[in-house]
């Protein structure tokens, strides 16, 4: 079991950064490739960027790649998303997860909801034009 609290969130002007963090607690967060999803009212929950249990490999969806950047600290238990450039449609609720893994992944895996196994409350991101 890992519990993962999400923080950051707020309301911004497009063009402006934004980082959102996730603490998680539990066990070894090391084992754990770590994913940021969102959600738009009225909409399904989305991939954003998944990061591999040792960091070395990410993933991003088309539209944040260039833009966004996902990084982890395994010795603070800690997930970050940091949101440069942001953009009106960026607007919804931020939630990372968790997914136990044995190694590293890499290219485009893990990028379903279904692919984790635990979540985050969410945070709030707004993007005013």
């Known amino acids: 079991q890992v519990q993962l609290v999400e923080s950051g969130g707020g309301l911004v002007q497009a063009g402006d950064s934004l980082r959102v963090s996730c603490a998680a607690s539990?066990?070894?967060?090391?084992?754990?490739?770590m994913g940021w999803f969102r959600q738009a009212p009225g909409k399904e929950r989305d991939f954003v960027a998944r990061?591999?249990?040792?960091?070395?490999?990410?993933y991003y969806t088309d539209s944040v790649k260039g833009r966004f950047t996902i990084s982890r600290d395994n010795a603070k238990n800690t997930v970050y998303l940091q949101m440069n450039s942001l953009k009106p449609e960026d607007t919804a609720v931020y939630y990372c997860?968790?997914?136990?893994?044995?190694?590293?992944?890499?290219?485009?895996?893990?990028?379903?909801?279904?692919?984790?196994?635990?979540w985050g409350q969410g945070t709030q991101v707004t993007v005013s034009s």
């Open positions: 997860a968790a997914s136990p893994q044995l190694a590293d992944v890499t290219g485009p895996r893990l990028i379903l909801a279904t692919h984790y196994n635990y």
């Open positions: 539990g066990r070894t967060f090391s084992a754990y490739a």
């Open positions: 990061i591999s249990r040792s960091g070395a490999s990410t």
